[in-house]
């Protein structure tokens, strides 16, 4: 029976730019990554001189990780809370007025487990207009959050899912419609 070696593992992530990837490491520890500088219009400066593209009225509350800012998509008005950990090693695009609430994962990259050297994958994640991610939830890549959609607290999200629809738990159950007064 075959096993998994770790020793034949091939970092897939880009080796290009690495004065690029240093600088960004460097800030986002400095700037992003602890909780003395709460200065949004500072953070936004720095992820669109990076490559992010970045809509007005953006918050970005601190201790946040973005692993690379020139693969963030964010749309007008979005709030990303403390602790909320952008891990997109593929494209992460974020529509207008979404709140990632505090500690939420978009995770983009996982491994084939079926492959003796574990390969990395990198499948983008997309969040639509309106939606809303609760405190501690995980999203995988590969999903697509449609419009308005709300998860709660601590789900995760290994699907798609439709708009307008509350979701929750693990495994995710849609619980009920999400009706905007």
């Known amino acids: 029976m ?11 992530e880009s080796r290009d730019n690495f004065f690029k990837k240093a600088l ?5 520890l ?5 909780g003395f500088l709460p200065f949004y219009k500072l953070k936004v400066l720095i992820l669109r ?3 992010a593209k970045i809509g007005k009225g953006v918050v970005i509350k601190p201790c946040v990780r973005i692993k690379y800012p020139w693969l963030l998509v964010l749309g007008d008005f979005v709030w990303i809370g403390e602790g909320v950990w952008i891990d997109n090693l ?19 990259g996982n491994h084939n487990y079926k492959k003796t050297d574990f390969p990395l994958i990198a499948i983008p994640i997309t969040l639509e207009n309106g939606v809303w991610i609760g405190a501690r939830v995980v999203v995988t890549g590969g999903v697509l959050v449609e419009s308005h959609a709300v998860v709660c607290v601590g789900s995760v999200v290994s699907k ?3 708009a307008y629809k509350i ?12 009706e905007i007064c």
Request: aromatic residues 10%.
């Open 24 to 28: 960004w490491y460097a800030l986002r």
């Open 30 to 34: 400095l700037v992003f990554e602890h």
């Open 167 to 178: 979701y929750a738990g693990n495994p995710l159950q849609e619980i009920r419609d999400r």
């Open 49 to 51: 001189l990076f490559g």
């Open 2 to 12: 075959k096993q998994v070696d770790l020793s034949q593992y091939k970092h897939s």
């Open 90 to 108: 593929a494209l992460c695009t974020i529509g207008s007025h979404v709140c990632i609430s505090q500690d939420a994962l978009l995770l983009c």
């Open 160 to 162: 798609n899912l439709s």
